[in-house]
């Protein structure tokens, strides 16, 4: 049975993502309204009561916003995080220890079903910040956002993706010249903010080069996401990938390259 994605909202208003195969229903990251979640399930023909885990990428509001709710529109799910990240959220924004939480070890996995979901450590001003990689038999989809660069260690976990959903969420000429504080934009441009159009460019460009000597009978779908409202746009975070797949010669006839956006729902990919 095929492992599924869909990109419910990815940006940095909210961001919800919907993986499934079978029965087994869940999200990665909740930091939109609930309503916005159910109907967004709904689109795509899954029921937000069947959802069986939340995975929480790290703590900030823009993708934990709904956990609560989450939890009482189904009554299923067990929610995921990194102990430190459930500290601070509880700390924050909840004393209920009702909900039905799990702790997800480092550098290890958690088997669901047919579903083996892995922690990547990611560089991203929080306390304990994760992305996942998703398995199914031979089939990898992974999520990486929120991270200001992709060192080795991440790079090593990503690079056999059959689904990429990677940040590219500004182009750094724009960023520099905006209205935000200095403060700001130091610390999304940093190692531990966001990540540039240009670097996660140069990322496709090494997982592009490890398929070609690796692995090149195996299409790949790369997915842009956390898209800045301000500061990118779809065009130029296509435009910074594609040209530096085309610098090196590469032709888009075993890849699939797409953005996901804040106010719209993505088609639904299979892995």
Request: charged share 25%; hydrophobic share 35%.
């Amino acid at each position: 049975m095929e492992l599924k994605f869909c990109s419910l909202a990815s940006g940095s208003k909210g961001n919800c993502y919907a993986v499934w195969q079978r029965d087994n229903i869940f999200l990665v990251d909740v930091g939109i309204s609930g309503k916005k979640i159910e109907d967004g399930l709904a689109s795509v023909g899954l029921d937000i009561s069947q959802v069986t885990g939340v995975f929480i990428t790290h703590e900030h509001i823009d993708h934990t916003k709904s956990i609560k709710m989450i939890c009482k529109k189904s009554p299923l799910a067990k929610i995921y995080t990194r102990p430190a990240t459930w500290a601070h959220i509880r700390d924050e924004r909840m004393k209920d220890d009702s909900l039905n939480h799990r702790f997800i070890p480092i550098e290890s996995s958690i088997v669901l079903g047919d579903l083996t979901i892995e922690t990547i450590s990611t560089n991203h001003d929080a306390v304990d910040p994760v992305g996942y990689k998703i398995s199914c038999k031979e089939r990898k989809l992974s999520i990486l956002t929120d991270t200001g660069s992709i060192d080795d260690k991440i790079f090593q976990k990503i690079k056999d993706s059959h689904l990429l959903l990677l940040e590219s969420n500004h182009e750094e000429n724009i960023l520099q010249v905006c209205s935000y504080p200095y403060k700001t934009k130091m610390r999304i441009l940093s190692d531990f903010g966001h990540l540039s159009n240009s670097a996660a460019a140069s990322c496709i460009k090494n997982i592009l080069s490890h398929r070609v000597e690796n692995i090149p009978d195996e299409d790949l779908i790369i997915l842009l996401a956390h898209l800045s409202a301000d500061n990118n746009s779809e065009h130029l975070a296509k435009q910074a990938a594609n040209n530096a797949i085309e610098i090196h010669g590469w032709k888009p006839d075993k890849f699939h390259l797409d953005v996901v956006r804040q106010d719209k729902i993505s088609k639904v990919y299979k892995v």
